[in-house]
């Protein structure tokens, strides 16, 4: 007795029989030249990967598996000159409590604070006359 396979996807013309296969997705029989290939995007090539599969079960490549496409860096500046300033920040921790701070302190932060230029000696001392020391 000979194997003839039924199924709605291989149909054997007995007078020129073709070869067989197995759809790796489905199972089902198939006729050879009716299994195709199944592709996949790897980088920007489409690379088979083993698979050989019934033309209705055949996937298409998915294009979010492609490398997107990005534009080229910019040309770099030769000999960049960036500002160069020196930024004193106060230190919470091991700093003074504001009713031990006087002239000398004040002054000690320097004349940029956070790359902000700082109040002159006369604005610092308004400043401390008219805080209200009774709030801190």
């Not at 709605?8 to 009716?34: H, M, Q, W």
């Not at 910019?74 to 960049?80: A, G, R, S």
């Not at 940029?112 to 001392?125: C, P, R």
């Amino acid at each position: 007795m000979t194997y003839r396979p039924k199924g709605k996807y291989v149909a054997i013309n007995e007078n020129s029989p073709a070869a067989l296969g197995v759809c790796d997705y489905s199972g089902f029989t198939f006729k050879r030249e009716d299994l195709e290939k199944q592709m996949e995007w790897r980088g920007n090539a489409l690379v088979w990967t083993g698979y050989m599969v019934g033309r209705p079960f055949l996937d298409e490549p998915n294009e979010q598996l492609r490398p997107p496409i990005l534009p080229p860096d910019p040309i770099p500046v030769q000999n960049p000159r960036t500002l160069q300033q020196q930024v004193i920040t106060w230190n919470q921790g091991l700093g003074l409590p504001w009713n031990q701070i006087n002239m000398y302190t004040w002054d000690t932060w320097g004349g940029f604070f956070d790359g902000v230029q700082q109040l002159s000696n006369a604005e610092k001392l308004q400043e401390l006359q008219n805080y209200n020391w009774g709030s801190a």
